[in-house]
């Protein structure tokens, strides 16, 4: 499931970019500033989208938004919370 | 606080129907054309919202002679053109009115956005003197709000067509920010920046211009202003912080205007901060914030800077404070690396 997370959200950020660069970068890479490049702007417009898309609130959930930290993290961070039961 | 007016044109802003007139289009209602002038003089923005070719919109400019923030006409539902102005001007829907003769319209609008405020024209000339349509202070940056808005709409859709990243195209609007201690001057705007800000507000509560006065003469504290402009226009004062310095520094407001959101403004202000901190020999910068939906650009902003937070504190006893118990203490610990400030920042 996680590996469908992943392209779902490298296609999310790409469209949020309007950059290809996030389809295949490795899974480490930063979201905000040097990484993917978001900015806050695009950071809350990520987090919004994903309420509306998994249901899951990151900013209410996760006040370090760690999961920002890099796709991998974010992918992971949705997956154990839509597995939770 | 009303902060945009949304005005249908059919029999509303126009007197008349717009394409039913291809010869002679419909002349603007004067008496809602007075009013438009006056709430934009409070610094309130006007927009359209009108089922209608866009020439509708240009002709409504034409006949009001007033300069709309942002203008949606089309086919699509009237929430949608609200969701799209909203958008646009970084508005919430609580700060936004809608006025439309169709009681229809009304009705889909209200159940689509029930926090937008739904008005009738006959509405108006009562609404202009209700507290949500009537801010306290104007300042000159309210009362150029309108052009201001003009401008962003100009920079935004070359950024469209720029193909570089974010930063290049920042310098290549030679983008100009000045990070300074505030003067007696700046306060009324930093009050006004108080009571609007909610994106990128930290404390979530208005500070008066007398705090404000005593913290600018304090010796514990610093009260900084922040200034941007661009090629596209000076958008003046956008955003201002109280400082707490000593051993450790403490910020217990941070607030920037949304005029200022996808400029980098926030980052290089956080970086800002971070560095004087550094420079004045402080081991760390705690920034209290408020843990609401609203400020979650603020805390994105927050943690790119490297600011972590433990989490929001138990509270002791029955009498705890309701907003404290919703507040976490952000961290930048000063050791560990800090980013350079662009080059756009005037030192």
Redo the contacts between chains.
């Keep these: 499931m996680t590996a469908d997370l992943t392209s779902e959200i490298r296609q999310l950020l790409a469209e949020l970019t309007g950059d290809s660069r996030p389809l295949d970068a490795p899974l480490d890479t930063a979201l905000l500033r040097d990484g993917i490049g978001l900015d806050s702007l695009g950071g809350t417009v990520l987090l919004t989208e994903i309420e509306r898309r998994y249901g899951v609130d990151i900013a209410a959930e996760d006040l370090n938004l760690d999961c920002l930290e890099s796709i991998g993290a974010l992918a992971d961070y949705i997956a154990s919370r839509l597995a939770a039961p | 606080m009303i902060k945009c007016v949304v005005w249908d044109l059919d029999n509303t802003l126009l007197d008349g129907v717009f394409l039913e007139s291809p010869d002679q289009p419909p002349a603007a209602n004067p008496r809602l054309t007075g009013l438009l002038k006056e709430f934009a003089g409070r610094g309130i923005l006007q927009a359209i919202a009108s089922r209608n070719p866009p020439e509708a919109g240009q002709h409504a400019e034409h006949v009001t002679g007033h300069a709309f923030a942002a203008t949606q006409c089309g086919w699509g539902p009237k929430s949608a053109a609200i969701r799209a102005i909203m958008a646009e001007l970084g508005l919430t829907a609580d700060s936004v009115a809608f006025v439309d003769d169709d009681p229809m319209e009304r009705a889909k609008v209200s159940f689509s956005l029930p926090d937008v405020l739904v008005l009738a024209p006959d509405d108006m000339t009562a609404a202009a003197g209700w507290p949500q349509f009537s801010p306290a202070v104007v300042t000159d940056e309210a009362r150029r709000r309108g052009e201001l808005y003009r401008q962003r709409r100009a920079r935004q859709e070359e950024a469209r067509a720029f193909g570089g ?2 930063d290049e195209f920042l310098r290549h609007s030679q983008t100009r920010v000045s990070i300074r201690p505030a003067t007696p001057g700046d306060l009324p705007r930093l009050h006004e920046l108080s009571v609007r800000t909610h ?2 507000n930290s404390a979530g509560t208005s500070i008066s211009e007398t705090e404000l006065a005593s913290l600018a003469g304090s010796p514990t504290h610093r009260l900084l202003a922040v200034t941007l402009a661009d090629r596209f226009g000076d958008d003046g004062l956008v955003g201002g912080c109280v400082l707490a310095t000593g051993r450790s520094w403490r910020v217990p407001l941070v607030m920037m205007s949304c005029r200022a ?2 400029r ?1 403004v ?2 290089a202000f956080l970086t800002w901060i971070c560095r004087a901190a550094q420079r004045a020999g402080a081991a760390q910068v705690a920034v209290p914030c408020l ?1 609401s ?1 609203r400020n ?6 927050l ?2 800077a490297g600011f ?2 433990g ?2 504190p138990e509270q002791d006893g029955e009498a705890a404070d309701p907003a404290a118990s919703k507040t ?1 203490v952000y961290v930048r610990d000063l050791s560990q690396p800090l ?1 350079g400030l662009p080059s756009w920042v005037q030192r």
Excluded at chain 2, 296 to 301: E, K
Aim: hydrophobic share 40%; aromatic share 4%; net charge positive.
């Design positions: 990243s974010t994106q990128f959101l996808g980098g926030i980052d843990i939906p979650v650009p603020l805390r994105i902003a943690t790119g972590r937070t989490g929001i976490a980013p």
